[in-house]
């Protein structure tokens, strides 16, 4: 087997690829066609188990590293750093079965596209899939992958308390995946992440690509509010320490400053819980999150900071107790400016519809950007619904993200002088 050359006829088997996102769904299904595989449970165990299985069956060298990571490599005929593709299998507790599994077995059937064809690639390839990038389970979000580029310390991460109170260490430990590969300082050629959109953006502009410029700064903070529970019948309003009003104000305020800055800007109130959570009691604690995004960093921490101040401001005039902790926080990303433009060009080379925009969502492409350069690859979202059961992007849909992801990596692999990368 020689070298790639002449590859333009070469495609993805589509039904392969479809059938392998539907295989891997049954793992964790839930009613409604979703999938609920939070990170490092017994499901996440067997959805590994299963891609795994699939990465030796192509013949890849699989390593599994100090924080679950896992990366199968296909050598190339020379050595070097491997083009790699890649993304995350677990899920949130009412997750579809595209977010992030798309990338990871995308990349298997490009191997396996390869494989049929009897051809090898100059540079090596891998497919790698990284642990809790959700979040869901263990935070940050992107944890995983944050480690293996040397963001965060393998100590850390180990000792992370779920929300069900284990602690990571020990649940790659129990599930088999706490592996002996060494994180930190990775060599990777260049990251390519095929993913669905989660917007609506592609499918409301009948789009099919989406060559992703970049990724919005994530800024996660909790507060606990701690007031005085009390009768919601006999305490006079001027007299109460009202928990659940301070939260409600933040939450509102929260709307506002987004509305105020407009643009990029997001805000949300993902989580609040309420003690004792009674009708006729006063809220005594209140503890919520609020997620704020935007793609331009000074924006996002002027908002930070209006944020935090109002908060402190609404505690104090109520009469309670404000702390805070961030629980992620993340600048924006730009992504390599040629990988951009070349899954654009590619994209119009196989006669595809295109559009470059930023991703309102975090993901592992983000953190590998800082090591090698890096893009992704979007797919349409139907009506823009993810972390949903009724996630869905249709069949060609993928199909045509795959073959970008093919060309774009058989270009890297096998470099002309003007490739640029």
Not at 6 to 31: C, K, Q
Not at 312 to 340: I, W
Not at 344 to 372: E, F, K, N, W, Y
């Amino acid at each position: 087997m020689g070298a790639t050359n002449g590859m333009d006829g070469i495609t993805v088997n589509g039904a392969r690829l479809s059938a392998r996102l539907a295989d891997l769904a049954e793992i964790g299904a839930i009613p409604g066609g979703g999938v609920s595989r939070l990170a490092l449970t017994d499901g996440d165990r067997a959805g590994r188990d299963k891609v795994v299985g699939w990465m030796r069956d192509l013949g890849l060298a699989v390593s599994t590293d100090a924080i679950g990571n896992v990366v199968g490599v296909r050598a190339g005929t020379g050595d070097g750093p491997p083009v790699m593709a890649g993304s995350h299998i677990d899920t949130v507790a009412t997750g579809g079965r595209y977010d992030g599994n798309l990338g990871v077995l995308a990349g298997l059937e490009v191997i396996a596209t390869l494989n049929d064809a009897g051809l090898k690639t100059r540079r090596p390839l891998a497919v790698a899939f990284f642990t809790n990038e959700e979040g869901a389970r263990f935070q940050p979000d992107m944890l995983g992958s944050l480690v293996y580029v040397g963001g965060l310390s393998l100590d850390s991460a180990l000792n992370t308390r779920a929300i069900d109170g284990a602690r990571l260490g020990d649940e790659l430990m129990r599930i088999g995946y706490a592996g002996d590969a060494p994180v930190g300082a990775p060599q990777i050629h260049a990251y390519l992440e095929l993913h669905v959109e989660q917007g609506p953006v592609l499918e409301e502009e009948g789009i099919a690509i989406g060559a992703v410029e970049g990724v919005q700064g994530i800024s996660w903070t909790e507060f606990v509010i701690e007031g005085q529970s009390n009768h919601a019948g006999t305490t006079p309003m001027r007299l109460r320490r009202d928990a659940g009003l301070v939260a409600g104000q933040i939450a509102g305020f929260a709307r506002q400053l987004a509305e105020e800055a407009g643009g990029d800007q997001g805000a949300t109130v993902g989580a609040l819980t309420l003690s004792p959570n009674l009708v006729n009691v006063v809220a005594g604690r209140a503890v919520m999150t609020v997620d704020l995004r935007n793609t331009d960093e000074a924006v996002l921490q002027q908002v930070e900071g209006r944020l935090f101040a109002f908060a402190r401001d609404a505690a104090a005039a109520e009469g309670v107790r404000l702390s805070r902790r961030t629980l992620a926080r993340f600048e924006p990303v730009a992504f390599d400016r040629h990988l951009v433009g070349r899954v654009a060009g590619i994209a119009r080379d196989l006669g595809l519809s295109v559009r470059t925009l930023p991703s309102g969502a975090g993901h592992d492409a983000q953190m590998l950007a800082r090591v090698c350069p890096a893009a992704m690859i979007f797919v349409p979202s139907v009506k823009g619904i993810s972390h949903n059961v009724q996630e869905f992007t249709a069949p060609e849909d993928i199909t045509a993200g795959a073959n970008v992801l093919l060309r774009l990596m058989l270009e890297l692999a096998d470099p002309r002088e003007d490739s640029g990368i």
